[in-house]
């Protein structure tokens, strides 16, 4: 499976900006996905996850009620729409995909075999 991300850019706080992950090759085994991002000089974190099915998502409290992950029907497309953005969002965006895992655990980064390069969103003040 591989992985590509887009949609980062500059956006001012109080913007929106909608990434893209586009997954290919055997892409009838994904069974989740997620975001997660990175801000410079941190650690990698959770963002949102949503089963390939569309059935269960999750955020992660920091995003919540400003970021929506959604798919198109029957598309290898993963979207996640970035609401209200505030400076602290700044980071480079990751998306992961997992064929082996559905649980309770989507939040963590070890259940997600396959991962994109990256967008960079900045978000000014």
């Known amino acids: 499976v591989q992985l590509q991300a887009s949609g980062g850019g500059l956006v001012q706080a109080g913007g929106s900006l909608r990434l893209s992950c586009e997954a290919s090759?055997?892409?009838?085994?994904?069974?989740?996905v997620g975001w997660f991002r990175q801000a410079a000089g941190k650690e990698r974190e959770f963002v949102s996850y949503?089963?390939?099915?569309?059935?269960?998502?999750g955020y992660a409290d920091s995003v919540k009620g400003r970021f929506t992950i959604s798919r198109e029907n029957d598309k290898n497309t993963v979207y996640l729409q970035m609401n209200i953005l505030q400076p602290e969002d700044t980071a480079v965006y990751y998306c992961?995909?997992?064929?082996?895992?559905?649980?309770?655990?989507?939040?963590?980064?070890?259940?997600?075999?396959?991962w994109g390069q990256g967008t960079q969103v900045t978000v000014s003040s």
């Open positions: 949503m089963w390939w099915n569309g059935r269960r998502t």
């Open positions: 090759g055997r892409t009838t085994g994904i069974v989740s």
């Open positions: 992961a995909a997992t064929q082996g895992y559905s649980g309770d655990y989507l939040e963590r980064e070890r259940f997600y075999a396959y």
